[in-house]
């Protein structure tokens, strides 16, 4: 079955560097693959999706790869900010289905 | 614009009592609809989700039950909690779709069994 691997360990950054978070999947490459930001408390919120035939999605100051190759997403934040201290989840779709499998996130601290 | 409302917020229970959150959504009609959990530093797990008013799918078994009685209705119940419900249940909803859209989700309940 399909898994994600995030980075468990926190990711520690100063402020105005560029973050970069990993979601790697272990078996079938996803039509879809999405990520969300999720603050102490509180349900996710979406950020970004991009497409298998896509290579690279933006967003302001946030960018989003996908590497069929490498089963690999990789979520970047440009010039960070301490507001950008949250985990970072990456999710992808099940096989066509309408169910969602979600990665541990890894939680980014931005350093002022 | 759509909104998603999970109450209550946080809620403690003995072990054996019964259970019930409730998920609605605004401003959208006929959404997918999702149960998850999320333990302390693990991943969402997916319980169940809802295509349809009375269409539920299960994805874990466990002592939990869903019902969509209505189409932006989303109820979590249990007849006997157990010290493993514990936990952070997230309610989402998105357009229906088969993976290319968004999810949005509410705040949260915070489970706690004693």
């Known amino acids: 079955s399909q898994k994600i691997e995030q980075n468990s360990e926190a990711l520690n950054i100063q402020e105005g560097k560029t973050a970069t978070l990993t979601c790697n999947y272990t078996n079938y490459s996803p039509a879809y693959l999405q990520w969300y930001r999720q603050d102490p408390g509180r349900g996710p919120v979406f950020l970004l999706l991009?497409?298998?035939?896509?290579k690279e999605k933006r967003k302001e100051r946030l960018k989003v790869t996908f590497d069929t190759t490498l089963k690999q997403s990789l979520f970047h934040i440009t010039a960070s900010q301490p507001a950008d201290s949250a985990t970072y989840l990456c999710?992808?779709?099940?096989?066509?289905?309408?169910?969602?499998?979600f990665g541990t996130g890894t939680r980014l601290k931005v350093l002022a | 614009s759509q909104t998603i409302h999970q109450w209550p917020a946080t809620l403690v229970q003995p072990v054996g009592s019964p259970l019930s959150l409730e998920c609605t959504v605004e401003g959208t009609s006929n959404p997918n609809l999702y149960w998850y959990r999320q333990a302390a530093g693990r991943g969402l797990q997916l319980l169940f989700y809802?295509?349809?008013?009375?269409?539920i799918s299960s994805e874990v078994p466990q002592n939990l039950s869903a019902s969509r009685p209505q189409d932006r209705q989303f109820i979590l119940s249990s007849k006997k909690l157990l010290l493993s419900d514990s936990g952070f249940y997230l309610c989402?909803?998105?357009?229906?779709?088969?993976?290319?859209?968004?999810?949005?989700f509410g705040d949260g309940t915070r489970l706690s069994i004693l």
């Open positions: 999710a992808l779709d099940e096989g066509g289905t309408y169910k969602y499998i």
């Open positions: 991009i497409r298998e035939n896509e």
């Open positions: 989402a909803w998105s357009v229906d779709s088969r993976g290319n859209q968004p999810q949005h």
């Open positions: 809802s295509v349809g008013i009375g269409q």
